[in-house]
C-alpha cells in the first residue's frame, strides 16, 4: 500500500493469517450492513475476509482492491459471485474504481502500510466515491502496534545499513483529526479509538508471521531475515511465551456533505 509496493505472497499470507482471523468476526459484527449494499474493501489481501462479507450482502457488491498481484489473484480464485476486484494502490483509489458509487467502505489490516502523509488524498478518494451518510470501517496497527517487534527489526535493519521501518501507526486523536478534515464524522453510533490485543504466538508461529507479513517492510533480504531470526529469542517474553501486543486504529465514521 505504499508508493513502492512490497512484494506479498498471498499463499503464505493465509497460512499465517490466523492472529488476525481470530477477530474477524468481530470486526464483520460491526459492519452496518445491508443485503443491496455496494461495498469497497481496500486492500483486501487474499479475500478471505472480502468473500465473507460479499455472503452477507446477497443482493449488493463487493469490490476488492489491492496493491499486490499475488493477494488478488489469490481473492479471486476464492471470491463468490457478486465480488469483483481491482489491482493498484489505495492511493488511486477514486481512479481505479472508475466513478463507482458504495455504500460503505472498510480496510482491514491494511492502511498503515500508506505513510501519514498520503492519508488525506485516501480518505478525500474515500469520501469521493461515497454518498451523504456513507461510512467508512477501517482497522489496521495503530499507536504503539508491534513496538517490542519493530525495535528488534529496526535495530538489525540500521545494522545492515536498510531503513527503518515504513508503517504508519497513527494514534487516534491524529486519525480523528484526519477523518473529520476528508468531510467524516463519527456520529451517534461511531468512534474513533486505538484498542491493545495481546495476541498468542509460539516460537513457530512468530516466524510464519515475520516472513509473511514483516521483512516486506524492510525489503526482504535474506540477511535481513537471518540475522533476526539468530535473535528472534530476544521477543520471548517473561512468561515464556512469543505473544505479541498489537495496537489497533479501530474506526467507524460517516461521510456528510462539504
Known sequence: MTATLPAWDAAAYDANRGHHRAYDDAFVASLPLRASDRL????????????????LVPDGHVVGLDGSASMIDGASGRAAANQSFVLGPAQRLSELVGGQRFDGVYSRAALHWVPRAEWPGVLAGVHSVLGAGGWLRIECGGGDNVATMQALLDDVSAGL???????????????LELVEAAGFRPG???WVRTVAQRRPFDRAALLGWLRSQCYQAYGDGEELAQTVEAR??????????FDMTFVRLDLLVYAVSE
Open 40 to 55: 469497497l474493501d481496500i486492500g483486501c489481501g487474499s479475500g478471505e475476509l472480502t468473500t465473507v462479507v460479499a455472503g
Open 161 to 175: 545499513g536498510g531503513p527503518t521501518a515504513p508503517w504508519n501507526f497513527l494514534p487516534a486523536g491524529a486519525a
Open 188 to 190: 451517534a453510533d461511531g
Open 232 to 241: 528472534v529469542d530476544e521477543l520471548r517474553r517473561a512468561d515464556g511465551t
